[in-house]
Every structure is written in C-alpha cells, then in structure tokens.
T-cell receptor, first 113, second 113 residues
C-alpha cells in the first residue's frame, strides 16, 4: 500500500507570498492528484499529473517520478487560496479495474491579508 | 458543468438506525467511490464500484455496505449506525481509463448520537 506524506501540515503566510506544498509517496503510481477542500467539505480537483509540470493560473504542480515527489506552488497568494490542499495518488495497477486513491493527510493553508 | 451530488450535507442519526447516503453523478462514469474523512486520518476508501451491481471493498469496509443498481447512483449503507461512524463522507466518480480525473461530491457530515 502506498504511503503518502505531505508537508507542511499547517502553513500560515501573508498575502502575496509564494507558497510551496510538498508530497512524497512510497511506491510507483499511475497518476497524482492535487485537490483543494474549502471549509464545508466540497473537494475540487486542481491537477492530475503523471509527469512533468502543469499550470493553471497562479497554481503550478510538478512531479518527479524518479524521486516519487510532487510539489504544488501558489504564486501571488491571496486570502481566497485559504483551504486544505490534499495530495492523492493512484497506484500503478496493471490488472485493471477501479482503484481508489490514497490520500495524504492534507496541508491546511491560511493566507492572511 | 460536471456534477457529483450527495443527497444530504448534514445528517443526524441515532445509534442503531439504518442510514442511507446517496450519491448521483451525471458524467456517465463507470467508477464510483465512497470515502470517509476524519481529522488526523485524512480520506480513507470504504467501498468502490466499477460497474452496475459490482462492488469492491476498500480499506475500511467494516460496518458498511453499498448498492449500485444504476450506473449514475452509488449508495452507502450503514446497517446499524454507531457513534464511531460519525464522520464526513465523500463520494467520488471517475471514468474507466485509469488516469482520468476524479470528481467529488460536496460531502455529507454524519453525526450518530
């Protein structure tokens, strides 16, 4: 079973700062997801990646398959970015069939004005 | 706009009651999942389904069952609710191909008293 570790657990920063959240996993994967959860519970998928780098607006996600590591970056952070960010991985199953994601415990981010 | 809809945002039930949590998706996805989320433990997979009438146990299936009679609907059943099942429950769906994005419902916060 894959172990997914996120750091930091909690992060408080000032508006405008560059934010980095890290995710490491223990075994090979087919894909890694970055998710955002706002208070109230709903989860939104930010990125799904299996190699390289993706960018959406102020958000950038990178993954290094060899090092089993991914980072989520937020540039020019804003109070509305305050949320829990969750890393999740899907195992590298060649047998097919559905498979749930394995989740990190999340990073609680607060951006202060 | 794609949608995964859970029937209730908040639910309070008594110990011993039979509880149904409903999830509906409108994306014609084959795979559907039920997770529970607890502080310090993150999200954990309860059950998943990759087709109508098909189900697989996740990491913590004890005390739960599921039903998938139609492709768009996946129900989580607590046969006899207990206080340790107080949690946030999240439903998700994804397409058949392994590396497709997962979409989440808004969550149901269940309290068992």
């Amino acid at each position: 079973k894959n172990e997914v570790e996120q750091s930091p657990q909690n992060l408080t920063a000032q508006e405008g700062e560059f934010i980095t959240i890290n995710c490491s996993y223990s075994v090979g994967i087919s894909a890694l997801h970055w998710l955002q959860q706002h208070p109230g519970g709903g989860i939104v998928s930010l990125f799904m990646l299996s190699s390289g780098k993706k960018k959406h607006g102020r958000l950038i996600a990178t993954i290094n398959i060899q090092e089993k590591h991914s980072s989520l970056h937020i540039t020019a952070s804003h109070p509305r970015d305050s949320a829990v960010y969750i890393c999740a991985v899907r195992g590298d199953r060649s047998g097919g069939g559905a498979d749930g994601l394995t989740f990190g415990k999340g990073t609680h981010l607060i951006i202060q004005p | 706009d794609v949608k995964v809809t859970q029937s209730s945002r908040y639910l309070v039930k008594r110990t011993g009651e039979k509880v149904f949590l409903e999830c509906v998706q409108d994306m014609d996805h084959e795979n559907m999942f039920w997770y529970r989320q607890d502080p310090g433990l993150g999200l954990r997979l309860i059950y998943f389904s990759y087709d109508v009438k098909m189900k697989e146990k996740g990491d913590i299936p004890e005390g739960y069952s599921v039903s998938r009679e139609k492709k768009e609907r996946f129900s989580l059943i607590l046969e006899s609710a207990s206080t340790n099942q107080t949690s946030m429950y999240l439903c998700a769906s994804s397409g058949l191909i392994m590396n497709t994005e997962a979409f989440f419902g808004q969550g149901t916060r269940l309290t068992v008293v």
